[in-house]
């Protein structure tokens, strides 16, 4: 790809990221909080692209100097050192000139989201329900090595344990894009707890992880809401069956129903409820986006298919199989107890390597 090409696309980033800047600074922009807060997002979004440009045009400078005094030098000795310098400077162009073309594809809008993971048992009965516990604690441990709040916000627990369904919210910096990876069914090969004779059993869950939806997203009415009061179940101390804080929102337009009991107070509920419905309502629409890209690509990492068979971990050759890139692992132990970095940044290359070559700039 040539420089000009690459430096013709920074420049109008730059533009724009100075447009942005200034916009930023006016009174009527200010005071209209969502206008505001969309072009400072914006504004955070453009700005390492802007520091990449700074970088590139500095280096490009300085290999045009080196290649002045190579041309101009008599000075054997001084050659030599402008040829070196001009070696290792012309050797950095092209890690940096890649870096720059990820930067400059179009980002999803949802990635710098947080999330709503849904975990839900699949087929093989009661050891489905404790796989679906065990990609939980997974999934937990791996958001408290990022620095990620989780918050659970409804539970059905499994007969022997484990989840029937469980659903949580994730909030930090970036969560959707690194998260969203982990949609589909997970597959788990092992001998059961409540096998006798010890034979490996297949059991399945399934993972579906949404962008959770701000109120600047979707608009939500009132009149559309039906609110339901009713007693909690499950833990919760005294107040459980005793105090009507469970909340059951009814988006009548749509059917959806979310409902909330993790807590004991109804107005933290309510509200937790709200972030939800609004989550969902807002992932309807999000998901045919995600179908119609789908539609367009032979492959891709991330299409948001919660009923495609992405990975597979066999416990008793201690392997984990993400079946999308044909990785394989064998350091399940690690990868059960949150160490899902590596599945996740390769994923990440894949899914890069694939928009470049859609872009035409690799």
């Not at 600074?25 to 955070?44: A, T």
């Not at 692209?49 to 002045?68: F, P």
């Not at 009991?261 to 629409?285: F, G, H, I, P, V």
Request: proline share 3%; aromatic share 6%.
């Amino acid at each position: 790809m040539s420089d000009n090409f690459i430096l013709d696309k920074l420049k109008g980033v730059q533009h724009r990221f100075e447009e942005v800047g200034n916009l930023l600074m006016q009174p009527d922009i200010v005071s209209d909080m969502k206008r505001y807060v969309q072009l400072n997002k914006e504004y955070k979004e453009l700005d390492p692209i802007v520091k990449a440009y700074k970088d590139y045009a500095n280096l490009l400078s300085n290999i045009k100097d080196a290649k002045s005094i190579l041309s101009a030098e008599k000075d054997d000795e001084l050659r030599e050192m402008a040829k070196a310098e001009l070696d290792d400077l012309i050797e950095k162009v092209e890690p940096l000139e890649n870096e720059i073309k990820l930067l400059l594809l179009p980002a999803d809008p949802e990635d710098a989201k947080s999330a709503v993971v849904e975990i839900r048992a699949g087929t093989g009965g009661d050891e489905a329900s404790i796989f679906a516990g065990d990609l939980f604690r997974m999934y937990t441990k791996y958001c408290e090595i990022k620095g990620w709040r989780t918050e659970v916000t409804s539970i059905t627990e499994g007969t022997v344990g484990g989840y029937k369904e469980i659903i949580f919210s994730v909030t930090g910096d970036g969560v959707y894009g690194i998260l969203k990876y982990e949609s589909g069914v997970h597959r788990v090969q092992r001998v059961p707890q409540t096998e006798t004779q010890g034979r490996v059993h297949t059991s399945a869950a399934t993972v579906a992880v949404l962008p959770e939806a701000d109120e600047f997203d979707i608009e939500l009415k009132q009149e559309d809401i039906r609110k339901d009061t009713y007693c909690s179940s499950g833990p919760g101390g005294q107040s459980v069956n005793t105090t009507y804080s469970a909340i059951r929102l009814t988006h009548i337009p749509s059917g959806l129903v979310v409902t909330c009991q993790d807590e004991k107070s109804q107005l933290k509920n309510l509200d937790k409820a709200m972030k939800e419905l609004r989550t969902r309502l807002y992932n309807l629409e999000y998901q045919k986006r995600m179908d119609a890209m789908a539609a367009k690509r032979k492959t891709m990492v991330s299409t948001g298919d919660r009923s495609a068979k992405i990975r597979t971990y066999n416990y008793p050759q201690g392997r984990v199989t993400d079946h999308r890139i044909n990785l394989t692992l064998y350091n399940l132990q690690s990868i059960v107890n949150g160490d899902i970095e590596e599945i996740i940044a390769k994923l990440q290359m894949a899914e890069n390597a694939e928009r470049l070559k859609e872009s035409g700039m690799n």
